[in-house]
């Protein structure tokens, strides 16, 4: 399975592709070093986004996390929820159907977060979880990256 990393604000990340798509992305710097065009445009996304996430857009490239159909149901849509724009587990439950603790375990299991812009969706009275190597920090940095309004965090 080709990986490539790449130097990050929030420290190194790892993309990895299977059969043409990205599968996931994980914090820390990978074994293998393999730059196929994919991983080379994904990276170029990323560092675009760091830069300006505004400008970059939503990813435009393809994705296939591994997931049951429910999770799958959910990361689509958080890739619907606009870059500066944030939404509660409970608004999303509504949206998509059931409950906002099983909308937080699918978020919470996104194998491809930033791309999959889990960090987006926020508690009714607080942040919630986070699953980058600096938990709740780093998704208060990616939402104030993007100009995001978002609950109180110390």
């Known amino acids: 399975m080709p990986q490539l990393s790449l130097h990050s604000p929030l420290g190194p990340i790892t993309l990895s592709e299977e059969d043409g798509k990205i599968i996931s992305l994980d914090w820390g710097w990978g074994r293998d070093q393999t730059e196929t065009p994919l991983l080379c445009q994904a990276r170029e996304w990323l560092d675009n986004w760091f830069d300006d996430p505004e400008s970059a857009g939503s990813f435009p490239l393809p994705l296939d996390p591994y997931g049951t159909a429910y999770q799958k149901k959910i990361w689509a849509a958080l890739q619907e929820i606009p870059v500066g724009e944030t939404t509660t587990y409970g608004e999303l439950a509504e949206k998509i159907g059931g409950s906002p603790q099983s909308v937080g375990q699918a978020v919470g299991r996104n194998p491809i977060p930033i791309l999959i812009p889990c960090h987006r969706v926020v508690g009714a009275s607080g942040l919630g979880g986070y699953s ?11 939402l104030r990256l993007e100009g995001a309004k978002f609950p109180h965090h110390s």
Do not use: C, E, R
């Not at 980058?132 to 990616?142: C, E, I, S, T």
């Open 132 to 142: 980058g190597d600096g938990g709740v920090d780093d998704k208060a940095w990616l």
